[in-house]
Every structure is written in structure tokens, then in C-alpha cells.
Nanobody
């Protein structure tokens, strides 16, 4: 199993950008698909994006398409979430999660139940 740690959160003005990192410890990082989720108090955890184990396939929630992109560097055991043109509705705690699989099931990979391990979360606040 992987241990996941998110970093890179913070306060940004509307229209700004942030890049989150999800760093993993454990073996065989390149066997794992990684998802990004976000949650605000009182609401369900929302799938944001996911990326296959090799990095060749990605999926995104409609709310972030064209603004967010995810990538990975398996040599560094890290997955990234680049967030551009942020707006206040993007304010949330962002989590990464992992599932050991070579097949990224589009749609399913944006569901929280598909994942096994989770990081502790990073706060992103978009405000002027």
C-alpha cells in the first residue's frame, strides 16, 4: 500500500493558479492509478481528476475541464494537479487517493469508492 501526502495548497486570488503535489512512499508507485478529490464541510467528496498508472490516460470532472490538469512523474513517486483560473467555488480541502490497477476506468476513477488509500488533504482557498 502507498502512503500519500499532499502539498502545495494555500491562498490564491480568483484567476490565479496553484499546483498541488501528491507524494507517495511505498513500492511500485507505477502500478497505481491516482485520483484527486475535493471536499467542503457538509458536502460529499467530489472527484476532480484521475490518472492512470503509466500517466497516459486521464479523466476530469466537468467543473474543472479546461482549467485543471493532472500529470505524474513516476521516477519521483509524485502526481501533480495543476489548477489554473481558480475561482472561489474551487475552495476546498483537496485529497489524493490511490488504487493498484493498470486499467483506468473512466468515470469510475472519479468515484471515491474506487480508491483504497488516501492522503491527509491540503487546503486550497480562493479569495480576494
Amino acid at each position: 500500500q502507498l502512503q500519500l501526502v499532499e502539498s502545495g495548497g494555500g491562498l490564491v486570488e480568483p484567476g490565479g493558479s496553484l499546483r498541488l503535489s501528491c507524494s507517495a512512499s511505498g513500492s511500485f508507485f507505477d502500478y497505481y492509478a491516482i485520483g484527486w478529490f475535493r471536499q467542503v464541510p457538509g458536502k460529499e467528496r467530489e472527484g476532480v481528476s484521475c490518472i492512470s498508472s503509466a500517466g497516459g490516460t486521464t479523466d476530469y470532472a466537468d467543473s474543472v475541464k479546461g482549467r485543471f490538469s493532472t500529470s505524474r512523474d513516476n521516477a519521483k513517486n509524485t502526481v501533480y494537479l495543476q489548477m489554473d483560473n481558480l475561482n472561489p467555488e474551487d475552495t476546498a480541502t483537496y485529497y489524493c487517493a490511490s488504487r493498484r490497477t493498470s486499467v483506468l476506468l473512466l468515470g469510475d476513477c472519479l468515484g471515491a469508492d474506487w480508491y483504497v488509500n488516501w492522503g491527509q488533504g491540503a487546503q486550497v482557498t480562493v479569495s480576494s
